[in-house]
């Protein structure tokens, strides 16, 4: 059955190192609501299962749950998982027993007649089908007035955690990263990026457990970003109130979790009268403003940790410019 398939697929993944608990409790979350929630194809024998099941099945999930084309990838990489499981996998209770790694042998295993690679490749879905994720611009990022009255806030109100805060919007790193800095992180180049902070639910206690990869994000390479020297200032200042902690920023003898970060500048941006918005839109907005302000591609692709250019100016670029800028640089075009 699909079900004994597919946690065998992820644990293995999990205990071999290919993904982290993170995503282990994430496939496991998206396997409950696409395929056991639903009581359909977990109900029928993997040789049973036709073509025209497994599409009927993609089709009925993409409209239950109004998924993008972003968030059908979820429900592709659980189906892909599996019957390439399936079809690959051949495991021996002397092979258990002793401990090894399973052995893959291709469709040694005939548990379906279905080649998963070439169902997927021929599979056309109409985009109709999908959700539309229409994104209001002005709730991706912080426009220039409203950066002004968060950075005033900020450096009137100088916590530790509005002192990260201010960090974010002079560097653009993840808040996963800014939370297991540690000093000698701060280097004369920059700051070196080599470490993030994921956090997932237990599955067992339902209770939110943070931990500490020595990656900055999965599959990305360790960067350097490169600071002015206002920027170093804060650093100083953020070393001044915890001079002697491991990280650079710890309350209470503890390292200082992402989510208190989204918490203060949720209530920074309460305080000052404008939208509340998390952490990434602060990442979205450097990234935007290092556009706008015509820096090298090669830069703003180092500075964000991103491999491609492409990435950034697809997910990353929104005007940040306030209103009255925008009809100024129209009515300049029009010569009106």
């Known amino acids: 059955m699909i079900t004994d398939l597919f946690e065998r697929w992820n644990e293995e993944r999990y205990e071999n190192g290919e993904i982290g608990k993170n995503s282990y409790t994430k496939y496991g979350n998206d396997f409950k609501r696409f395929f056991q929630k639903q009581d ?38 659980l189906i892909m998982g599996v019957f390439k499981y399936t079809q690959g996998h051949t495991i021996t209770h002397a092979l258990r027993a002793g401990g090894l790694r399973p052995i893959r ?19 056309q ?7 539309k994720n229409r994104k209001d611009a002005s709730s991706q990022v912080f426009n220039d007035d409203e950066v002004i ?29 800014l939370c ?4 000698e992180n701060i280097t004369k180049e920059g700051i070196v990026i080599n470490s993030t902070e994921i956090y997932y639910k237990d599955p067992d206690t339902n209770k939110t457990v943070f931990e500490i990869k020595d990656t900055p994000k999965m599959g990305a390479d360790e960067r350097t970003i490169i600071i002015p020297e206002p920027t170093r200032a804060i650093i100083k200042r953020i070393r001044l109130m915890n001079p002697f902690g491991e990280y650079l920023f710890m309350k209470d003898g503890k390292r200082i979790n992402s989510t208190r970060f989204n918490y203060h500048l949720y209530k920074a941006c309460k305080e000052v009268g404008i939208p509340e918005r998390s952490t990434h839109k602060i990442r979205k907005t450097y990234a935007s ?10 830069l703003i692709r180092s500075q964000m940790g991103h491999t491609d250019i492409k990435t950034t100016k ?12 925008k009809e100024s640089q129209i009515a300049k075009a029009l010569c009106v």
């Open 125 to 131: 879905l109409s985009n109709n089908l999908f959700k």
């Open 149 to 177: 009255k968060l950075v005033k806030y900020l450096r009137d109100h100088p916590t530790i955690h509005n002192l990260g805060l201010l960090l974010l919007f002079d560097t653009g790193m993840r808040v996963g990263e």
């Open 40 to 77: 359909t194809l977990c109900s029928i024998p993997m040789k049973e299962i036709t073509e025209a099941e497994l599409l009927a099945f993609i089709k009925l999930n993409i409209r239950r749950f109004h998924l993008t084309r972003k968030s059908y990838a979820s429900l592709r990489t």
């Open 314 to 325: 697809d997910y990353y670029y929104y005007a940040t410019q306030n209103q009255k800028y």
């Open 289 to 298: 403003k290092l556009i706008d302000g015509e820096v090298e591609e090669a």
């Open 105 to 123: 042998y291709a469709k040694m295993n005939k548990m379906t007649d279905i080649s998963i690679s070439t169902f997927f490749s021929d599979l």
């Open 180 to 183: 297991v800095l540690k000093p």
